[in-house]
């Protein structure tokens, strides 16, 4: 029972840790359950790039997640809904989840980069593998 709450304060420090921006996202999303980036902007006037902005750095961050999509009443396409996670358990599956994801494509890409690839393509493939390996520290740190 005390991993639990332990778990749980870690998880509610972290929101509090927040910049202003991700926070009142963060809030946002938590008050309107599954919300597409498009209703928030609209529903609280905020700048669209502010909003998507923000939910990509949540998401990154494990504390919010793709719920499913809803029509855009503008454009007729649809577009994705978020949900906050529920608790610190639900964020350490999806923190292993993700680096399981980033560490294989970092190591398909690292194969590709030992055949016999022309320069350019070598550069490409370093420069990817830098940005997975960010994450990968990321990811690491956060947990």
């Known amino acids: ?61 494990c ?6 999509s809803k029509e855009n009443r503008w454009t007729n396409y649809n577009n994705t809904s978020y949900q906050v996670i529920k608790n610190e358990n639900e964020r350490i599956d999806l923190i292993n989840k993700k680096f399981v994801e980033y560490r294989d494509a970092k190591d398909k890409l690292i194969n590709d980069f030992n055949l016999n690839l022309s320069n350019t393509s070598k550069n490409l493939i370093k420069n990817e593998i830098r940005k997975i390996q960010k994450k990968i520290n990321y990811l690491e740190k956060i947990q």
């Open 1 to 61: 029972m005390n991993s639990t709450k332990n778990r749980n304060a870690a998880y509610f420090s972290i929101i509090e840790k927040l910049s202003k921006k991700r926070k009142l996202i963060f809030q946002l999303i938590g008050e309107n359950k599954e919300i597409t980036a498009q209703e928030l902007a609209e529903k609280y006037m905020l700048p669209i790039n502010e909003v998507t902005g923000r939910i990509t750095e949540l998401k990154d961050m």
């Open 63 to 68: 504390l919010i997640v793709e719920f499913g």
